[in-house]
């Protein structure tokens, strides 16, 4: 919302200047009035726009999502598998440095899996390491509303960390399966999950695969709830519909809930049940779908 508040002080602001410049009389150029209401009202914008981004960019992790305390309890269990050290929950603008280690661990195992191929022919942006902002997940899976012996699937499940707090917020759950590509990040979420069940003794059961999602042995049939960080996985020209994931989720039985960020699943397979736009106002500016399958 912020954004589109922002968004539209930056066109009525440009509109405005537009106007003056374009104002005449019999051939004159604007008046000193009309530049003067122009300029002060801009000033006004330009400050409220300042303001909107200073709340925009508040620092990462204050939150804006409210969390029950068992959400934010669960939430907590997993975060200190993950960043285990001060230093890793250090806060940064790309996440904590626990997270940031992560993803330079990530570049590597991504490059192990390039190194001696075709750059033709291997996957790359679409490998792209992040882990989603916890309370955002929260949010999404609320309104996805998991039911009891629900089997969840996170497609691209890197180090497993939305994959452990799916199981750690919602217990109810049947199952929650992780499918990551990269061998060497798949290996990592291995050794978090072999924490959970200290960490989280309530927590749901998780299996984790090493393969590629659009591969067919990746059986998805059963799935209530699939999570996909898609931010950038591959879309259509449009830049924005999902492409391979949308493929893949034909699988999907009906009424199936799937929760995508930035990316969008074509209409009217799917139904858009809920938008969260950058729930936090941290520099990660995320938006979060959840669709249902509608046939
Ligand atoms: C942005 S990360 C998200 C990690 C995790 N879901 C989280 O939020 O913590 C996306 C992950 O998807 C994996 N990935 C991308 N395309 C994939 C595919 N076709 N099959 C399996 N994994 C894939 C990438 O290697 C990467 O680890």
Not at 14 to 26: K, M, R, V
Request: hydrophobic content about 40%; glycine content about 10%; proline content about 3%.
């Amino acid at each position: 919302m912020q954004a589109e508040h922002i968004e539209a002080a930056v066109n009525f602001g440009s509109q405005l200047l537009a106007y003056s410049d374009e104002f005449t009389i019999g051939g004159a150029k604007p008046t000193v009035q009309l530049s003067t209401a122009a300029i002060g009202i801009t000033s006004a914008l330009t400050l409220g726009l300042f303001g909107a981004l200073g709340l925009l960019l508040t620092k990462p992790g204050t939150g804006k999502i409210a969390l029950s305390e068992e959400e934010a309890s669960a939430l907590e269990a997993v975060s200190s598998l993950y960043d285990v050290t001060d230093a890793d929950k250090a806060v940064t603008e790309r996440g904590t440095a626990g997270e940031v280690k992560r993803k330079q661990a990530a570049e590597k195992f991504k490059l192990d899996y390039q190194r001696g191929k075709d750059v033709r022919e291997v996957r790359d942006k679409t490998l792209a390491y992040a882990e989603v902002e916890g309370a955002l997940l929260a949010a999404l899976l609320r309104a996805a509303a998991p039911q009891e012996g629900e089997v969840f699937f996170d497609l691209g499940s890197g180090m497993g960390r939305a994959l452990l707090s799916a199981a750690a917020l919602h217990p109810e759950l049947g199952e929650c399966v992780g499918v990551e590509f990269l061998a060497g990040l798949h290996k990592q979420a291995q050794g978090y999950a072999s924490k959970l069940s200290r960490a989280v003794p309530r927590a749901a059961p998780v299996r984790l695969v090493n393969a590629d999602f659009c591969d067919p042995s990746v059986d998805i049939s059963n799935a209530g709830i699939v999570f996909a960080y898609s931010t950038r996985y591959a879309t259509a020209s449009d830049g924005i519909t999902l492409t391979e994931l949308g493929e893949k989720l034909k699988e999907l039985p009906k009424g199936a809930r799937v929760i995508t960020t930035d990316r969008r699943l074509r209409a009217p397979d799917f139904q858009l049940i809920k938008q969260i736009n950058d729930p936090n106002g941290d520099l990660q500016l995320t938006t979060g779908f959840v669709w249902r399958k509608a046939t």
